[in-house]
């Protein structure tokens, strides 16, 4: 049983009451006060303190103050006027336990709403810092995209200044070509003019000495018109005609062997390719070529540019399938990548396309290949 404190004392004005009691021992940390506007309620173990107040204070203005074994009370009433006791009288045990209940009760419902106010106040707080960095992010944003419409506009810019330089750069090409052909037409009219001056005064020349053997029956006129310069030939075009070549050396220093080889891979490149496929519009002659797409492929397989080296030998594949190797390099890759799977069905595929080789190709001609391969 709790020892209830009786040995308090108590003081009043009309706006406040002032009250004094006694707990030997007692600090913050063990006394449990409890407050409303008509209950009050101190418990710091073995000692009780507990009021019901005459008339209604004002619970959240009042104040308690803990030191020197005791604990003063002020209470702040909520209609000015004296009190003529602490407590009220005549309290029984029933009404003392409603009063008990209402005040629990009240100060559930206040807790319950300053922790509601808190939560609108932290949801407030939450709101505020979530716009506010919405701002900056949009503003961080703006800023960016400011910064690279700047970049876009100079490097458009550059580019328009870089194609008027070469526009300019091709068109002093084409005046100094035209320059030079015409300096060139020129001079050749002038060496047909001086050669048909030269020619037309040989002539001359030699009319005047036939008809002077003539009239003097100079005996050396047959040694005269022998030497008589002879007239210049008419102009024409001499046509030469070539063999037909597809590689620019001669046929006299080429491998007839291994061209035939080539012309037959990449005519087989022309008929397994697709020409609607969207990829091929865009490439050059050399780079349709499976050989030169496979290494590419090896180049960038050998920078560890696994996607792009799979790319290349995807579009090599395309091109023609039937080389294995293509298969067995996509599988690096693959591997590489830790596409297992891939790695295997692309392994198979190579060794399929070999298997079907080595059962096309003669044995003495797989011999021979084997024999130059390790150079015996």
């Known amino acids: 049983m709790p020892l209830q404190v009786s040995n308090y004392s108590w003081q009043q004005t009309n706006t406040a009451v002032f009250i004094s009691v006694p707990l030997r021992g007692v600090s913050v940390r ?12 101190v418990n710091c173990p073995p000692f009780l303190f507990e009021v019901f107040l005459y008339a209604p204070i004002d619970d959240e203005s009042s104040k308690a103050k803990i030191g020197n074994n005791t604990i003063v009370f002020t209470l702040h009433k909520k209609e000015a006027a ?4 602490l407590s009220l009288s005549g309290v029984d045990k029933e009404m003392m336990q409603r009063i008990r209940e209402k005040s629990i009760l009240q100060a559930q419902e206040r807790a319950k709403e300053a922790m509601e106010a808190k939560a609108v106040a932290r ?7 979530l716009d506010v960095m919405m701002k900056i992010e949009e503003e961080e944003r703006k800023k960016i995209e400011d910064m690279k419409e700047n970049e876009r506009i ?38 047909k003019k001086k050669l048909k001056h030269k020619c037309l005064t040989g ?9 002077k053997g003539r009239n003097s029956e100079n ?21 030469i005609s070539f063999t037909p070549r597809v590689f620019p050396t001669a046929l006299r220093e080429s491998q007839v062997a291994e061209e035939e080889e080539w012309l037959h891979k990449q005519a087989e490149a022309r008929r397994a390719m697709n020409t609607d496929i969207p990829e091929l519009c865009d490439l050059k002659e050399e780079e349709k070529n499976p050989e030169w797409l496979k290494d590419k492929g090896n180049k960038l397989f050998a920078t560890e540019n696994y ?39 692309d392994s198979s595929k190579a060794y399929r396309i070999m298997k079907l080789l080595l059962r096309l190709i003669h044995p003495t001609k797989l011999y021979k290949m084997m024999l130059r391969r390790f150079g015996i």
């Open 219 to 239: 005996i050396f006129f047959e040694k005269l018109k022998e030497d008589s310069i002879p007239a210049p030939r008419s102009v024409g075009s001499i046509k």
């Open 203 to 211: 002539n001359s020349a030699s009319k005047n000495l036939a008809t």
């Open 307 to 345: 996607l792009a080296a799979i790319n290349a030998y995807n579009l090599a594949i395309r091109l023609n399938n039937k080389i294995p190797l293509l298969y067995l390099n996509r599988a690096a890759c693959h591997l590489k990548l830790k596409n297992l799977h891939k790695a295997i069905e």
């Open 123 to 129: 949801r407030e707080d939450q709101k505020y810092t």
């Open 154 to 191: 100079k490097a458009t810019k550059e580019l328009e200044a870089w194609k008027e330089c070469q526009r300019k750069a091709k068109e002093l090409k084409i005046i100094q070509r035209e320059e030079k052909l015409y300096h060139q037409e020129k001079q050749m009219e002038e060496g």
């Open 82 to 85: 004296m009190w003529e006791t």
């Open 30 to 41: 063990d006394a449990d006060v409890f407050c409303t506007e008509n209950y009050l309620k």
